[in-house]
């Protein structure tokens, strides 16, 4: 008889448990990749088959009890793929499964529903009319979806609405019912936004591209901001969608980015399924399922779209491919730029990664030809390169945070209806709030941390754990009224810039003030239509918009990145200012940057503003190489929170001896540590960690494996918690 393996969803690094098969399963649900409902411990749950057996070490085994599924939910590929994934990330297969199938799939839910019509909603004559009503309260979601209608020459489809609107199918079907949308007709090719004629170095890429279609082809398309590598994507997506094969497109962030949404809507109206983690659930499933059978052409997606399931592969494109947004940061920690570069080598397809400023790994890549370089040098059409120009802040006056040369240009582009877009990468009003008599700060009771000062909302928070407390009246130490708020944060900057700008408008963009795709949506409409003069914001202006008013960009403080501890600190800042300056000048108006900083001499910066991203980038890995520090090494870091920080260096000592001991432990690898985390203490546990270097990728991947079921089984005390991040990104 045979035996199921099967995947439970347990913290256990070797969860795969024998079963044997349901008493009435037919043979074709002996698979792998069907769910099966099997008692555990005391209780039962839904496992997934990962393979069948003839034999099984444990003499008696238990019965499950009933099949989920009629033919396998999970093709081989993407089973493959996840145990592949469980093995380097040391994560356990039943929790990998778990984590990226859509929601309630593990807990057992039918598969079964009906599919959405692939249609694209929009506006009817008499729709367009009602698209300005204010509406009663009771009819808001009216108003949402209207609103959203009337902006998008194409239409919507249901999963994009979703975004704005939870659950939008009922109030599409109201709204159809009056006859105020319809689904779009089946488009001939010429409503269609037509491709742009290519330049040479466009086609170049396409043409490479497509000569190795049917190979894995990893590369690397480095092109400044605007010089067309959305273009090149959006035409090799074309030719996909023609070869009736399918596309994964990955960004960093969606909900921020509608413009990104909509042009590819224009582009490829009936093919599209946007996804990502906000939607939702049956949304989720539809666009999952739609996926794996092949009825959905291009997946556009976010991190966790990786996983999603492709029956007819042709080509995977992750964007801003450097953006640290690819990594998922808790519990299953992996890359999505990595898994989908495994992916492409998997299916045998081609795999491009686009970036202004690509990450220092792929170009380490590059030049070790493992992956295909591309150049996009120019900006594409008319735009020109912005000019840089540094402002040494020790000599300006000290009271203000905008210099005068900074100010200046302000006014000028104020004067000449240009927009201005400033960078400022701390939210909140101010970093510290602090008694001027006796020197108190408040500082988060649960967190290594001070608290940040919210005007808006007069309260506390903490940005670690989000403790919030109200403001206090006087001093909780010396009883003192004099409470203030010292230093700056974006809320504060606002304050002091309409102070000088009294007629400007402001508009603030940080996760403070734009949480929602709807209200960033409607923020955007209004830059385009230039009723915002200033931007002012934190890093999520430098996500991938568009702004083609913008002719000046002001970076308030360049210091932050230069002198941190963590070594990918510089190349994020590099990165990042790359980046928020590619945001300006991006039509017919040249762009300028000014960056304010307190050390103008840093060689980071030189290096950056007068030879340029490539440049620092030759230089920042010739650091790492001489420090052996990434790409030059692999690393993984076993983090550990207990109740004290004695504890969790004991724990790292045992973990460490622990490895000492094992057979496939060398001097190859090397332990470094335990240290005590950069921040101690946070949400009431204190964190240490240890860091684990190997100059080979394979050494770590045989001896992670057995460290880890070897800390599994010492593992006693249940209040200390660890984990392992496998290429982690912040030490
Ligand atoms: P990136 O993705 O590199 O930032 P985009 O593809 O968004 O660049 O292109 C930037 C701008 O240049 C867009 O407005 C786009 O329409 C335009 N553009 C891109 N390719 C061409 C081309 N071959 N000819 C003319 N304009 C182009
Ligand atoms: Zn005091
Ligand atoms: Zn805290």
């Known amino acids: 008889m045979p035996i199921l393996q ?364 493992r992956y295909h370089y591309f150049h996009l040098p120019e900006r594409a059409g008319n735009a020109l390169h912005p000019s840089y120009r540094v402002i040494d802040m020790r000599q300006q006056p000290r009271h203000s945070p905008f210099s005068p040369e900074l100010q200046k240009n302000i006014q000028y582009c104020l004067q000449e209806k240009q927009q201005v877009l400033l960078f400022y990468n701390r939210r909140g009003y101010a970093p510290t709030f602090m008694c001027y008599s006796c020197g108190w700060i408040a500082d988060c009771p649960r967190c290594d941390a001070h608290l940040v000062y919210h005007d808006n909302v007069r309260e506390l928070r903490c940005h670690h754990c989000n403790y919030v407390q109200n403001v206090p009246i006087h001093c909780p130490q010396c009883q003192s009224h004099s409470l203030h708020p010292i230093g700056q944060g974006t809320e504060k900057l606002a304050e002091q810039l309409q102070q000088l700008f009294p007629h400007a408008r402001i508009a603030r963009i940080d996760s403070d003030t734009t949480p929602s795709y709807q209200e960033m949506n409607d923020l955007l409409t209004k830059i385009h239509a230039q009723e915002i003069d200033i931007l002012l914001g934190t890093q999520m202006l430098a996500k991938g918009h568009h702004f083609p008013a913008v002719t000046l960009v002001g970076i308030i403080n360049a210091d932050a990145g230069l002198f941190s501890i963590d070594f990918r600190a510089t190349e994020r800042m590099a990165q990042l200012l790359i980046q928020v300056a590619g945001r300006a000048g991006r039509e017919a108006l040249p762009g300028m940057v000014l960056i304010q900083t307190y050390h103008p001499e840093h060689p980071l910066l030189h290096c950056l503003i007068q030879q340029g991203y490539g440049a620092f980038a030759e230089s920042a890995l010739t650091e790492r190489l001489n420090a052996q520090l990434p790409p030059y090494c692999r690393l993984a870091l076993l983090r550990v929170g207990a109740k004290t920080l004695e504890l969790a260096i004991e724990f790292l000592n045992q973990a460490k001896y622990t490895a000492e001991q094992l057979p496939d432990f060398n001097s190859q690898i090397r332990l470094l540590g335990p240290v005590p985390a950069p921040m101690i203490k946070r949400k009431n546990r204190y964190h240490a960690q240890l860091l684990i270097q190997s100059s080979q990728r394979n050494l770590l991947q045989r001896f992670l494996p057995q460290w880890l079921s070897a800390l599994q089984q010492k593992q006693r005390s249940v209040s200390t918690r660890w984990s392992l991040d496998v290429d982690p990104l912040d030490l």
């Open 6 to 369: 099967v995947a439970i969803p347990v913290p256990l690094f070797n969860p795969l448990f024998d079963y044997h098969p349901p008493l009435h399963a037919s043979e074709t649900q002996l698979q792998a990749g069907i769910r099966v409902r099997v008692p555990f411990g005391t209780q039962e749950c839904v496992g997934m088959i990962v393979a069948i057996k003839t034999h099984s070490d444990y003499p008696e085994l238990k019965t499950a009890y009933e099949c989920l599924d009629t033919v396998p939910l999970i093709p081989k590929p993407l089973l493959e793929m996840y145990a592949w994934a469980s093995q380097y990330y040391c994560y356990p297969l039943g929790q990998v499964i778990a984590a990226t199938l859509p929601p309630k799939m593990m807990a057992g839910a039918s598969t079964h529903i009906e599919l959405p019509p692939d249609v694209l909603w929009c506006l009817t004559e008499e729709g367009r009319k009602h698209a300005n009503n204010t509406f009663p309260a009771h009819q808001q979601r009216f108003a949402i979806l209207l609103d959203l209608l009337k902006n998008i020459p194409i239409g919507y489809d249901e999963s994009t609405l979703a975004l704005a609107l939870s659950n939008p199918r009922p109030t599409l079907r109201a709204l159809q019912k009056r006859g105020w949308i319809a689904p779009l007709p089946k488009q001939s090719p010429s409503e269609i936004h037509p491709p742009l004629p290519l330049n040479h170095a466009q086609q170049h890429v396409v043409h490479t591209v497509c000569a190795h279609a049917q190979q894995f082809y990893p590369c690397l398309l480095d092109g400044v901001t605007g010089s067309g590598k959305t273009e090149v994507y959006l035409q090799l997506l074309q030719i996909v969608l023609h070869s009736g094969r399918q596309a994964l497109v990955l960004v960093p962030e969606i909900n921020l980015t509608p413009q990104m949404v909509a042009r590819f809507q224009q582009r490829l109206p009936l093919a599209l399924v946007v996804l990502h983690s906000q939607l939702p659930d049956t949304t989720r499933l539809h666009a999952w399922l739609a996926a794996r059978d092949g009825q959905a052409t291009v997946i556009i997606g976010t991190r966790s779209a990786v996983w999603i399931p492709l029956a007819k592969p042709a080509l995977i494109i992750v964007d801003e491919e450097h953006d640290p947004a690819y990594k998922q940061q808790d519990s299953f920690r992996y890359s999505a730029r990595d898994v989908a570069v495994w992916r492409a080598r998997q299916a045998g397809i081609p795999v491009i990664l686009g970036s202004a400023t690509p990450s220092l790994d792929s170009l380490y890549n590059t030049k070790q030809q």
